[in-house]
């Protein structure tokens, strides 16, 4: 029944979204082409899985999740755009003991309706489905690494990874400096259909069922290159 009201949630936050931005798409953007670089700020809830990997010897993860931020994207209405993006906290990883560390990575495109005002400024509202992973994994070291609790190759690199679908919904704005380069700050909320029962370790199943809660607020900051 929680699945089902979410996904009718999902559907009437979809449709509302898309009337919205199809409403706005009237104005004209500086940039046809632009890459984004940036970082992100996220406070997921680890609660059910900090208890598992403590009951099996780790130490806990920290709340935050920091992502580093890319994407590009092309407009193809006078103030409509689509785009390609990629989140991922490879470079600030969440760490525990024994070189374990989560990261989290969601790929996905995105559609944005905009409009300027006051002339170096822009407004923006967005929606994207995407493909998120989980990766917890053990970095490959000298001697074999100690991962009895959980049964993993100690060959390389010990480790499990978790895929789902997920869902994000933004707005923000950008502050365009030059006639190639703009500021860009956003805030949105994160819809993941994550399940504590799809854990994989090398494309196997494994007895490990936990529950990371990334239905959460979400605010991004970064550069644009543009042209």
């Known amino acids: 029944m929680k699945t089902k009201a979410k996904l009718q949630n999902f559907k ?29 700020f996220v406070l997921p809830d680890f609660t059910e899985f900090n208890t598992a990997i403590s009951d099996s010897g780790l130490s806990k993860l920290g709340a935050t999740w ?21 989140h991922s906290n490879s470079l600030i990883k969440n760490k525990s003991s024994q ?11 995105y559609a944005q309706s905009f409009f300027t005002f006051l002339n170096k400024f822009e407004a923006f509202f967005g929606l994207a489905p995407m493909i998120g992973k989980t990766d917890f994994s053990q970095s490959p070291t000298k001697v074999p690494a ?25 707005g923000g704005v950008r502050y365009y400096l030059l006639s190639f380069l703009a500021l860009e700050g956003s805030v949105g909320y994160l819809n993941a259909f994550f399940s504590g029962d799809n854990w994989k370790s090398e494309g196997n199943e ?8 990334l239905d959460k607020p ?10």
């Open 99 to 109: 070189d374990f560390s989560l990261v989290i990575k969601f790929t996905g495109i």
């Open 146 to 170: 100690t991962t009895t609790p959980f049964q993993f190759t100690t060959d390389s690199e010990a480790g499990m990874y978790n895929r789902f679908l997920a869902f994000y919904a933004m």
């Open 12 to 40: 009437s936050l979809f449709i509302s979204s898309v009337l919205f931005i199809l409403l706005l798409s009237t104005a004209q953007s500086q940039f046809k082409y632009s890459v984004n670089f940036g970082v992100g």
């Open 206 to 213: 494994i007895n490990f069922k936990s529950k990371i809660d």
């Open 66 to 86: 920091l992502p580093t931020t890319f994407d590009f994207s092309y407009k193809v209405y006078p103030s409509f755009r689509v785009g390609f993006f990629r």
């Open 218 to 227: 979400v605010a991004n900051f970064g550069i644009v290159l543009g042209w």
